[in-house]
Nanobody, 121 residues
Framework: QVQVVESGGGLVQPGGSLRLSCAASGRIFSIVYMGWYRQAPGKQRELVASVTTGSSINYADSVKGRFTISRDDAKNTAYLQMNNLKPEDTAVYYC???????????????WGQGTQVTVSS
């Protein structure tokens, strides 16, 4: 079983910064994909940023130039550096991990519990 835990959320003023962390642990042979998603009240969950094993990175248009995703394979951890935060960035941020628990396994999908980010003055 693979566990995914997010951390780093909180309350920040507009223009401020936060750094989210996503740590995957448990039985992991390899991680194929790590992505950050967010869900605001009354809205659907949306992709914020993602990074694959081959370091292919993708960002939502709304965060390009402000957010940076990175990955530490040695720690099975992904980070999301969020700068110049805006009130519309307020949401619960979830980490999604696509991982192979064993060398003989196919990739399986795992989600964390989420961390709240609130941008408000």
């Amino acid at each position: 079983q693979v566990q995914v835990v997010e951390s780093g959320g909180g309350l920040v003023q507009p223009g401020g910064s936060l750094r989210l962390s996503c740590a995957a642990s448990g039985r992991i042979f390899s991680i194929v994909y790590m992505g950050w998603y967010r869900q605001a009240p009354g809205k659907q969950r949306e992709l914020v940023a993602s990074v694959t094993t081959g370091s292919s990175i993708n960002y939502a248009d709304s965060v390009k130039g402000r957010f940076t995703i990175s990955r530490d394979d040695a720690k099975n951890t992904a980070y999301l550096q969020m700068n110049n935060l805006k009130p519309e960035d307020t949401a619960v941020y979830y980490c999604n991990v696509l991982a192979r628990p064993r060398i003989t396994s196919t990739s399986e999908n795992y989600w964390g519990q989420g961390t709240q980010v609130t941008v408000s003055s």
